[in-house]
Each structure stands twice: as structure tokens, then as C-alpha cells.
């Protein structure tokens, strides 16, 4: 067994969440693979967010040419019942000795028979879903931003998608963002900010999700912009 201590690994998330729905540059993440490689440094990948389909894909990694030493996964996986989970390479994970690995979240039957139902939903065409839908709002988005200045910039893959909220200077503006979530929850719609300084607003619907519910949200998210000025 490997003495602990003398482990490195590099924690990342493959597309950065509450930092702001930034898709890192593919010779970023090569480079830190690469680096992680040659010094005997485990590669660990938060896929909390972007896992289990969210990305149009199971997990964000597979949208990078290599996989990660280890994950860590949750939300999605259950459809919000309490499960996580961390998956490994089996050399690493045999390393555990008996009863030294456990949680609050790790496993209770119900949550299970869920994860077991999304996992069947996702192969059964939601991931699929989630990557046409995931144009047709990256698209719709865009279109946002070519009538709207205050729309810096549109990122992100799959349904996994960020708008961020620039002034008229080109800095942060998350006092528009809150200006735009108090009009959108007032209204129906349900969204939440993220980033640095609070003004990217990110766009996480279901898999499932149809163009109708996307059009339908858009109306009240551009009613908003206009409500508030942007």
C-alpha cells in the first residue's frame, strides 16, 4: 500500500462551476495532464456539476482526449436524492482498507434505485436530448447577446451554459444579474448566478428539457433585460 503522505494530486473541475461556467482551453488541460504525468501527481476531477450528463456527455471528461485518475461525483446522480460517490482506478481503490472509506451521502438503497433509473434515462436518449437542446439554447443565447451589450460573453457545452453580464466599461456587473433574477423569479423562472462577482448567470436546465420550456424561459429572461435596463 501507498504511504498517503507521500501523494500529490491536483484537484480541477473540467469545466469550472461556481467560478464562472468556464470551459478551459483544451492546451490547459493538456498541459496539466501532462504535468501530472511526469510528476507522479493523481489527476482528480470534480464532476460534482458537471457529471452525469449535464455536459451532453456522462461525465465532462470525455469530452477531453484522457481520463482523470480519479472523480468525485454527486448532485446529478441521483436526481437529488442524497448520494455522492467517488470513482477510481481499481489499483487505487483497492488500497482501501476495510471500513475506512464512508459517508453521510454514500449509498443508501433508495438513493441508489434512483441513481440506477437516471443512469437508464441518460442512456436511453436524455443524453442525446441534452446535447440538441444545448445548441438550440447556446444558439438562442447568442442571439441575446448580438441585441444586448450588457451580454459579455456565452460559454459553456451542453446544457451546461453561462451568460455573463458585463457595463458599459466592460466590467463585472452583478448588480444587473440580481436586477435580472429578482424580475425572472417574480415571474416563474428559476436562475442563479455564479462567478467571481455574481454576474454570470448560468442556464442548467434538465436533460430533458424541451424547446418549448427553453423558448418559454427565454421570453421571460428577455422581458427581464429589457425590465431591467440591459
Known amino acids: ?14 469545466i469550472a462551476g461556481e467560478g464562472g461556467y468556464i470551459v478551459p482551453p483544451e492546451t490547459f488541460m493538456q498541459g496539466l495532464y501532462e ?23 456522462m461525465f465532462a471528461y470525455e469530452h477531453l482526449k484522457y481520463r482523470p485518475d480519479i472523480m468525485t461525483c454527486a448532485k446529478g446522480i441521483a436526481n437529488g436524492l442524497p448520494l455522492s460517490a467517488i470513482i477510481a482506478r481499481r489499483d487505487l481503490m483497492e488500497q482501501w482498507p476495510a471500513g475506512a472509506h464512508g459517508g453521510t451521502f454514500g449509498g443508501n438503497p433508495l438513493a441508489c434505485a434512483a441513481a440506477k433509473k437516471v443512469i437508464e434515462i441518460l442512456q436511453g436518449g436524455s443524453l442525446d436530448n441534452a446535447n440538441k437542446m444545448g445548441s438550440y439554447l ?26 455573463e453580464f458585463i457595463d458599459g466599461e466592460g466590467n463585472a456587473n452583478g448588480n444587473l444579474v440580481y ?17 467571481l462577482h455574481k ?7 434538465a436533460t430533458t428539457v424541451t424547446k418549448q420550456e427553453i423558448d418559454d424561459g427565454l421570453a421571460i429572461l428577455e422581458a427581464a433585460l429589457q425590465t431591467a435596463g440591459a
Open 138 to 163: 447556446f444558439a438562442k443565447l447568442n442571439a441575446l447577446k448580438s441585441r444586448y451589450k450588457s451580454i459579455g460573453d456565452v460559454r459553456g457545452i451542453g446544457l451546461m451554459l453561462g451568460v
Open 1 to 14: 500500500m501507498v504511504d498517503p503522505s507521500q501523494i500529490a494530486a491536483m484537484i480541477v473541475e473540467p
Open 179 to 195: 436586477a435580472i433574477l429578482d424580475y425572472c423569479i417574480g415571474h416563474g423562472l428559476i436562475l442563479l448566478p455564479c462567478g
Open 35 to 57: 504535468i501530472c504525468r511526469k510528476q507522479g501527481i493523481l489527476l482528480i476531477f470534480d464532476e460534482i456539476q458537471t457529471g452525469f450528463g449535464r455536459t451532453g456527455k
Open 199 to 205: 454576474h454570470v448567470i448560468r442556464f442548467i436546465c
